[in-house]
């Protein structure tokens, strides 16, 4: 893997992390929940395989629109098609 490749990765998780701390904040702000509720509802998104197969195709998306602002050449050209992401 090349450094550019690392530092897509690591540009996805980053904003995937930022979003995921935003949401939790609001909630949390909004006292709708409390550190302890995250486990149970982090069961509960995954366990639900549509939504979950949503999510990784956006995120798929997003992977191949940041390799291509960093200009990468990432292997397939074009992200999952919705029925090859629900096969992951």
Same mark, same amino acid.
């Given at each position: 893997?090349? #450094? !550019? !490749?690392?530092?897509?990765?690591?540009? +996805? %998780?980053?904003?995937?992390?930022?979003?995921?701390? +935003?949401?939790?904040?609001?909630?949390?702000?909004? !006292?709708?929940?409390? =550190?302890? @509720?995250?486990?149970? %509802?982090? %069961?509960?998104?995954?366990?639900?395989? @549509?939504?979950? =197969? =949503?999510?990784?195709?956006? +995120? #798929?998306?997003? /992977? /191949? #629109? %940041?390799?291509?602002?960093?200009?990468?050449?990432?292997?397939? #050209?074009?992200?999952?098609?919705?029925? !090859? +992401?629900?096969?992951?």
């Amino acid at each position: 893997m090349k #450094a !550019e !490749e690392h530092q897509l990765l690591i540009m +996805m %998780f980053a904003r995937q992390s930022q979003l995921i701390q +935003m949401l939790i904040n609001l909630l949390k702000s909004k !006292e709708i929940i409390q =550190a302890d @509720d995250l486990q149970a %509802f982090d %069961f509960s998104v995954r366990a639900d395989t @549509d939504t979950s =197969a =949503a999510l990784l195709l956006g +995120m #798929a998306n997003q /992977y /191949y #629109a %940041f390799g291509r602002e960093l200009g990468l050449d990432l292997p397939g #050209a074009k992200p999952p098609s919705p029925d !090859e +992401m629900k096969s992951i």
